[in-house]
């Protein structure tokens, strides 16, 4: 990366920040790391807890026509059989002869209409051979090949094999969905821009079945949705660039997909996908197993296999997406007058780890510790607060901004009675963004706050 070009340098700040506040760390980092493979550290996994919850109010809790589902990460071989995965679900591989580095062909720099290797320039390039992502084990002692299994590379197949039994008991009518969130694993060739391309990561994904007639108008639909439920969680749309992919680019099966991408510090770059996918899943599914996964409609007394359109969403492009959007630096004067950068994670209040800092003016004085703590009691069931007493009251505003927290309440003196009962009872309420700070009712607080973030 050169530290000359503005967006890269806003990247290494962005994960040098996400080191420093425990946000994200590299997988067993004290051993050198694993390629490809990212932890979340504590502000990192709020962060994403926030990110999947509201994904599942919105799209599961809030609907009448969805209903959620779970399914075991390891999968009977022959779902990826019937799939297709096990036949093509590769990336083309080529090798450097000279530095012997391994990259996927369509990623692959060229000059002068010739490709070649960005790890030391050379052209002497083996031809491209299809890779397959797919991650194999075993399941049980015998490493033989009828015990190989294969880790899922999507959360999607789960739910077409399941869609009879959530029929059968979820008594849903057309058009309805299944949505599911979990981990998926592919053995990507490159992983690259920090956890936006990762060999472990996390999907959110719906499959909307519906009648085949109403198939594009929902894919239009769910665009909409989807555009909605990125601007609700401080992703704004015109940082979302929806990309309508042209006949023949799309999957064979696929009669429309958008891909909605983001414009991340090195470059727009792919969040999520639509795909119309017809009845390609479920039709294949009971030619493989010769189990009836159709549907019937009782009011028309028809027998048929519905049609399905499926947002699938990225958790971790998304968690991302969401510390680029809110990483925010700027100058500020201090009480001193002094001049200094505030780092600040201008997270919308629904996204932020830490919804309110809670902090006592001073930590030896017992009455403004006790009541701080007595505010901390009173908010933590409701939402993750954070209690700090060490430092000057300006530090640790400047500790909270940086992990994006966008309230800060301070215990005072008034807050005790001890400048009179006029601001007994009241706290400082700081503002994030604006660094602006008003009174308020401790009594009034919990309702304040929970308007803001829920
Ligand atoms: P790409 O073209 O970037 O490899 P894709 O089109 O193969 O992605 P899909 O199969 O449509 O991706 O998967 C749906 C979503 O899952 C993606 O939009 C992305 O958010 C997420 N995803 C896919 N692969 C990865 C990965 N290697 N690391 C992190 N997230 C991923």
């Given at each position: 990366m050169s530290t000359k070009d503005p967006n890269a340098q806003r990247m290494e700040k962005i994960v040098s920040l996400c080191k420093r506040r425990g946000f994200i760390f590299q997988s067993s980092e004290i051993y050198?790391?694993?390629?490809?493979?990212?932890?979340?550290?504590?502000?990192?996994?709020?962060?994403?807890?926030?990110?999947?919850?509201?994904?599942?109010?919105?799209?599961?809790?809030?609907?009448?026509?969805?209903?959620?589902?779970?399914?075991?990460?390891?999968?009977?071989?022959?779902?990826?059989?019937?799939?297709?995965?096990?036949?093509?679900?590769?990336?083309?591989?080529?090798?450097?002869?000279?530095?012997?580095?391994?990259?996927?062909?369509?990623?692959?720099?060229?000059?002068?209409?010739?490709?070649?290797?960005?790890?030391?320039?050379?052209?002497?390039?083996?031809?491209?051979?299809?890779?397959?992502?797919?991650f194999k084990s075993y399941a049980g002692p015998v490493e033989s090949e009828d015990n190989m299994v294969y880790l899922r590379p999507e959360t999607a197949q789960a739910i077409f094999v399941n869609f009879r039994n959530v029929c059968d008991?979820?008594?849903?009518?057309?058009?309805?969905?299944?949505?599911?969130?979990?981990?998926?694993?592919?053995?990507?060739?490159?992983?690259?821009?920090?956890?936006?391309?990762?060999?472990?990561?996390?999907?959110?994904?719906?499959?909307?079945?519906?009648?085949?007639?109403?198939?594009?108008?929902?894919?239009?639909?769910w665009l909409e949705q989807r555009l909605k439920f990125y601007e609700d969680i401080g992703i704004p749309r015109e940082k979302i660039h929806v990309v309508d992919i042209p006949d023949g680019d799309r999957a064979f099966y696929s009669k429309k997909t958008y891909d909605l991408e983001y414009e991340f510090p090195f470059g727009i770059s792919e969040l999520e996908g639509i795909a119309y996918r017809t009845d390609y899943d479920l039709s294949a599914h009971i030619a493989a197993s010769g189990k009836p996964l159709d549907y019937f409609d009782q009011e028309k007394n028809e027998k048929f296999v519905p049609h399905v359109v499926e947002p699938s969403a990225g958790v971790d492009r998304t968690t991302l997406a969401l510390i680029c959007e809110a990483f925010a630096e700027e100058t500020v004067t201090d009480e001193k007058g002094n001049a200094e950068t505030r780092t600040v994670l201008r997270f919308h209040p629904r996204m932020a780890p830490i919804k309110v800092g809670i902090f006592p003016l001073l930590k030896?004085?017992?009455?403004?510790?006790?009541?701080?703590?007595?505010?901390?009691?009173?908010?933590?069931?409701?939402?993750?607060?954070?209690?700090?007493?060490?430092?000057?009251?300006?530090?640790?505003?400047?500790?909270?901004?940086?992990?994006?927290?966008?309230?800060?309440?301070?215990?005072?003196?008034?807050?005790?009675?001890?400048?009179?009962?006029?601001?007994?009872?009241?706290?400082?309420?700081?503002?994030?963004?604006?660094?602006?700070?008003?009174?308020?009712?401790?009594?009034d607080l919990k309702a304040w706050l929970l308007e803001r973030i829920s």
């Open positions: 050198g790391g694993l390629n490809g493979f990212w932890d979340y550290g504590p502000l990192g996994v709020e962060l994403k807890r926030n990110l999947k919850d509201f994904w599942w109010r919105r799209n599961v809790r809030e609907r009448d026509d969805m209903v959620g589902m779970d399914g075991s990460i390891i999968m009977n071989r022959a779902v990826w059989k019937a799939s297709g995965h096990e036949a093509t679900f590769s990336d083309p591989m080529v090798d450097c002869k000279s530095c012997k580095a391994r990259h996927r062909d369509d990623q692959l720099p060229a000059k002068d209409g010739a490709k070649y290797c960005p790890n030391c320039g050379s052209r002497d390039l083996t031809e491209p051979r299809a890779f397959n992502l797919m008991t979820s008594r849903k009518k057309l058009p309805f969905g299944i949505a599911q969130v979990g981990k998926a694993f592919r053995n990507e060739i490159n992983p690259r821009n920090y956890t936006f391309r990762s060999r472990e990561f996390e999907q959110m994904e719906i499959e909307y079945f519906c009648r085949a007639e109403d198939g594009l108008a929902l894919t239009d639909y030896n004085k017992p009455e403004l510790v006790a009541k701080a703590e007595e505010v901390v009691a009173l908010l933590r069931p409701h939402m993750m607060v954070q209690y700090d007493e060490a430092g000057a009251i300006g530090r640790r505003y400047r500790r909270q901004d940086e992990a994006g927290t966008p309230f800060c309440v301070t215990i005072d003196f008034d807050t005790v009675g001890e400048n009179g009962p006029e601001k007994q009872g009241t706290v400082t309420l700081r503002h994030r963004d604006s660094m602006e700070q008003e009174r308020i009712a401790i009594a």
